[in-house]
Nanobody, 119 residues
Framework: VQLQASGGGLVQAGGSLRLSCAAS????????MGWYRQAPGKQRELVAR???????NYVDSVKGRFTISRDNAKNTVYLQMNSLTPEDTAVYFC??????????????WGQGTQVTVSS
């Protein structure tokens, strides 16, 4: 399975960006999908995840500003990021579980996309 992320870039504080990540090559189903981020000198952290049924969870620092969504037909997950702050600057990675009959077979990571928010 390959995860192809896009949509990162440079934006001023208060601005918005939309990340996309498409999963391809799976012979089974894509279950949970999500976005993680890693800032310089920090550990990778969960930003948001979404189940195949649409249930979502977010890290507290992005609640009310970021929205995760997905298109199951396209095996694509999106992250709409609004009211960005310099603290959101990081490399953003998409993540997906490949599953069969509700059993997780494998977890995959995308290549990462840089988000830089200037003050």
């Amino acid at each position: 399975v390959q995860l192809q992320a896009s949509g990162g870039g440079l934006v001023q504080a208060g601005g918005s960006l939309r990340l996309s990540c498409a999963a391809s090559g799976s012979m089974f189903s894509i279950d949970d999908m999500g976005w993680y981020r890693q800032a310089p000198g920090k550990q990778r952290e969960l930003v948001a995840r979404i189940t195949s049924g649409g249930r979502t969870n977010y890290v507290d620092s992005v609640k009310g500003r970021f929205t995760i969504s997905r298109d199951n037909a396209k095996n694509t997950v999106y992250l709409q990021m609004n009211s960005l702050t310099p603290e959101d600057t990081a490399v953003y990675f998409c993540n997906a579980d490949e599953a069969l009959g509700g059993v997780i077979l494998q977890n995959y990571w995308g290549q990462g996309t840089q988000v830089t928010v200037s003050s």
